[in-house]
Nanobody, 126 residues
């Protein structure tokens, strides 16, 4: 059974940092993404990574320079390091993985991901 399990969310003051983890079990993936969903809004792209054939990362414009997506192959885990957090970063953060096109560039599109975690809450206070 394939599972993605996120952890690392919490409450932090503006300017603080958190590191989210997404541990995969049941198989390995080459393409992962992080998305977030604020209350009353859609689930939006945050960051994505592909490492097979060379590492490629994409970021949503508002998180560039503040967030870093990375992967530990030995642990089959993807991370999202979030620095300089702002209240607008608040939301439920979801990890996603794509199994059908491992050689393709990372994707910003929700519909291209076929496995999702349960989400982890990130709350940034002002």
């Amino acid at each position: 059974q394939v599972q993605l399990v996120e952890s690392g969310g919490g409450l932090v003051q503006a300017g603080g940092s958190l590191r989210l983890s997404c541990a995969a079990s049941g198989r390995t993936f080459s393409r992962y993404g992080w998305f977030r969903q604020a209350p009353g809004k859609e689930r939006d792209f945050v960051a994505a990574i592909r490492w097979s054939g060379g590492i490629i990362t994409y970021y949503e414009d508002s998180v560039k320079g503040r967030f870093t997506i990375s992967r530990d192959n030995a642990k089959n885990t993807v991370y999202l390091q979030m620095n300089s957090l702002q209240p607008e970063d608040t939301g439920v953060y979801y990890c996603a993985a794509e199994s059908l096109s491992p050689g393709s560039p990372p994707s910003r599109l929700r519909d291209e991901y076929d496995y999702w975690g349960q989400g982890t809450q990130v709350t940034v206070s002002s």
